[in-house]
């Protein structure tokens, strides 16, 4: 059973995708690494065509306040139903997602789950499921600080290339925190009051001479 990966990441920097890191992490530890081809590098009527000829799609991508990227939807809006089961020798064709956002909670991500179940049904593709992992903005920034997250990717993609599918105890822990409990948001709060939770986003900000400019309000 061949696989495509397909990294759904807009920026225009590949070097800052936090995408590109996760699917080449799943590959990483492969005996036989999978291909991947990034979807804004690529026609997405052209690209379709041809991750129609793999039996399993899986797609990563990033997560913007519940919603995917346009060049995402664009891709799928192209993807043609499979022909009835059994679609290949192996079985049917199969397709998964894998998500990562800058929300900590992955209870952020459960809009978008169930719109990519009823796609895989409506695609005639067996749903191989969706991975969350959310506080992970900052990956291309600070790799150092996600090793164990990055390890864990690693892992998923050995156990996917010897069960053709996600494994539950790694999507478990990718997932957590769900939601934050309630000491976890009162220290959230004091990380906010002393400023530690800009220090990405300043940098950013400094990089693109916006930094003077943060406090502004243009429509008032």
């Known amino acids: 059973m061949n696989t495509i990966i397909l990294n759904g990441s807009p920026k225009g920097n590949p ?10 992490h799943f590959v990483k530890e492969m005996r036989n690494p999978c291909e991947i081809k990034r979807i804004a590098e690529n026609d997405s009527k052209e690209l379709a065509r041809y991750a129609a000829g793999f039996d399993t799609i899986i797609i990563i991508l990033p997560l913007y306040i519940h919603a995917m990227p346009g060049l995402v939807m664009k ?14 020798p192996s079985g ?27 796609l895989a049904e409506q695609l005639n593709y067996t749903y191989l499921g969706t991975v969350s992992k959310g506080e992970a903005a900052g990956i291309y920034m600070y790799p150092k600080m996600f090793k164990k997250v990055l390890k864990l990717i690693s ?6 290339e010897k069960t053709r599918a996600f494994d539950k105890e ?7 925190p ?6 976890q948001l009162r220290l959230l709060k004091v990380v906010d009051i002393v400023g530690l939770s800009n ?22």
């Open 15 to 24: 070097k800052q995708s936090n995408s590109r890191i996760f699917a080449e």
């Open 75 to 88: 891709f799928i809006e192209k993807l043609e139903p499979a022909p009835p089961t059994p679609a290949t």
């Open 92 to 118: 049917p064709k199969t397709i998964g997602f894998i998500i990562q956002a800058g929300f900590m909670e992955t209870a952020q991500h459960k809009y978008v789950e169930p719109y990519f179940r009823r």
């Open 155 to 160: 892992e998923l993609g050995v156990a996917y």
């Open 170 to 176: 790694i999507v478990k822990k990718l997932s957590k």
């Open 178 to 183: 769900y939601q934050l409990s309630s000491f």
């Open 199 to 220: 220090i990405g986003w300043h940098k950013v900000l400094k990089q693109n001479g916006a930094f003077e400019q943060r406090l502004d309000r243009p429509f008032i």
